[in-house]
């Protein structure tokens, strides 16, 4: 539990970059080699709650969704080319499920989907499902699948596959971090090969966004066992290649169900094994993206003109100075809240992370949909601190 201890003390929250190359001055959003966007917008990791909820008052009716009807492409949109991303790291995990890190994330992002998918800024679309309700008491969920879609493998998708992936995330021996989101759920039954019943053992508003977490992602029931070394999903890009330590590859998946996409023909994520190697990749534009950059190389990178453009994205990622409330001094709530005044928030953010970072009382991001800006961040007053 987060304690008025933790909320006194936490510093940071911090904003990864990331960097393209670019032939023409820095402009609002990074430029790349090809024109073609992503077919998908980038997860928004910790949206769904993080514990079963409280039980709520039902509302007067259930909530429904439908699928949106579908958007044309935008007026000279090219098609084609490769994306080439640089990292610091390679993924610990490539199976959804077990996903546990932001360079997991990044690499199983493109190949899954989940029932439902969390936009930025918070709403819930269909994915997978392509509509839901509720009955009265939201203690039980329906969602219809999408029909026609294909595995990356050429099997389709069918609610059995649903039904064995959450199950397999809410399973302990799985490791899932995912697991948490998911324990409002004790029943999961397929009633047809579209269809997904999931019965609560409370009432619960927000299921829609836990079915759509990052380990929520659908894969096929019997590919369990081979998902980190050989990933199976129903994304618009497809496993390729890997070789640890260097690079991964994903290539466009041709029976993608979104019409005509994605645009692009392959993403590839290569690994460099320090920061200064990337940085001289992305110079040279060996790479069109540089993915969390370390802190200490942004300023540099900025001042090398218009072949570089420096993106910031907040995220929910913090560091903080956490005390141990149960000794003393630390035991007294004067004592805290005086630690709390005497602190520059500013200075140490700008040490730390080099200026990169947002100061906070709390560990929720200013990003955040409960973030509560009408309660102003303390700052330093010695005064106040004596």
């Known amino acids: 539990m987060w304690t008025e201890s933790l909320r006194f003390t936490a510093i940071v929250a911090m904003v990864p970059l990331l960097l393209a190359c670019s032939s023409a001055p820095p402009g609002p959003a990074p430029a790349q080699k090809t024109e073609p966007a992503p077919a998908a917008k980038a997860p928004e990791p910790a949206k769904p709650a993080a ?27 090219k ?19 077990r996903t546990a890190s932001a360079d997991d994330y990044l690499h199983t992002f493109w190949m899954f989907n989940a029932l439902t998918r969390i936009l930025p800024d918070g709403k819930v679309v269909p994915d997978l499902a392509e509509s839901w309700k509720s009955s009265d008491d939201l203690t039980k969920w329906t969602f219809t699948l999408r029909k026609g879609v294909l595995f990356h493998d050429g099997r389709e998708l069918n609610a059995e596959d649903v039904v064995a992936s959450l199950k397999r995330v809410q399973d302990p021996a799985t490791g899932s971090i995912g697991r948490a989101q998911l324990a409002v759920i004790q029943g ?77 023909d392959e993403i590839v994520y290569r690994v460099f094994p320090e920061a200064l190697v990337a940085a001289t990749a992305l110079r040279r534009g060996e790479i069109d993206i540089w993915y969390r950059v370390p802190p200490d ?4 990178l900025q001042r090398a003109g218009g072949e570089v453009v420096v993106e ?11 005390v141990h409330n149960e000794r003393k001094p630390f035991n007294d709530p004067k004592f805290r809240l005086a630690l709390n005044y005497a602190t520059d928030k500013q200075k140490v953010v700008d040490a730390a992370v080099f200026g990169f970072g947002t100061p906070v009382d709390a560990p929720i991001p200013p990003n955040s949909p409960v973030f509560r800006k009408d309660l102003p961040l303390r700052k330093q007053d010695v005064a106040k601190a004596k």
């Not at 709520?56 to 009716?61: D, G, I, L, N, V």
């Not at 910031?312 to 956490?322: E, K, L, N, W």
């Open 312 to 322: 910031g994205a907040p995220t929910g990622s913090f560091d903080a100075v956490i």
């Open 51 to 77: 514990q079963a909820p409280a039980p709520a008052q039902p509302p007067t009716a259930p909530p429904q969704a439908q699928a949106p009807a579908p958007q044309a492409a935008p007026a000279g949109l």
């Open 79 to 97: 098609r084609g080319g490769t994306l080439t991303i640089g990292t610091l790291s390679s993924p610990r995990q490539l199976d959804p499920h």
């Open 188 to 264: 999961i039954t397929a009633p047809d090969a579209n269809t997904v019943e999931l019965m609560l053992n409370t009432p619960y508003s927000e299921l829609p966004k836990a079915v759509g977490a990052i380990q929520a992602k659908i894969a096929p029931k019997d590919s369990f066992g081979s998902l980190s070394e050989k990933p199976v999903g129903t994304g618009p890009f497809k496993f390729a290649e890997l070789v640890v330590g260097d690079k991964i590859r994903v290539v466009r998946n041709d029976k993608y169900f979104v019409k005509d996409q994605p645009y692009l």
């Open 297 to 300: 190389q942004i300023k540099d």
